[in-house]
């Protein structure tokens, strides 16, 4: 599957913004899609996850509250609502498809969980 994200710019503390993912290629909505995020100078980390029928999330704990994800399989597209951001929010969003989990007692996701990633839009928040 091909992924393509938009949506990113230059929002002040505590504005929002929404990311955009549109899909082509082979069955979208079969496969959980996530976003990840790298900060400048940090590892590339997980974000959130949608089931492929939406009716599953998974959210970091560092964006749990503020940031919502979902999906519409009719037009292949997955979203992330991004609310009440904050400075360290500030990176590059990208969009992943065909996740696998990972489990511990709870599921997880890892840049190793992606089978498909999209390029990046970059968010920065400035204070």
């Known amino acids: 599957v091909q992924l393509q994200a938009s949506g990113g710019g230059l929002v002040q503390a505590g504005g929002s913004l929404r990311l955009s993912c549109a899909a082509s290629?082979?069955?979208?909505?079969?496969?959980?899609m996530g976003w990840f995020r790298q900060a400048p100078g940090k590892e590339r980390e997980f974000a959130a996850a949608i089931s492929w029928s939406g009716g599953s999330t998974y959210y970091a704990d560092s964006v749990k509250g503020r940031f919502t994800i979902s999906r519409d399989n009719a037009k292949n597209t997955v979203y992330l609502q991004m609310n009440s951001l904050k400075p360290e929010d500030t990176a590059i969003y990208y969009c992943?498809?065909?996740?696998?989990?990972?489990?511990?007692?709870?599921?997880?996701?890892?840049?190793?969980?992606?089978?498909?990633w999209g390029q990046g839009t970059l968010v920065t928040v400035s204070s």
């Open positions: 992943a498809g065909d996740l696998n989990a990972y489990y511990n007692g709870s599921y997880y996701y890892t840049v190793d969980s992606v089978g498909s």
């Open positions: 290629g082979r069955t979208f909505s079969s496969g959980v």
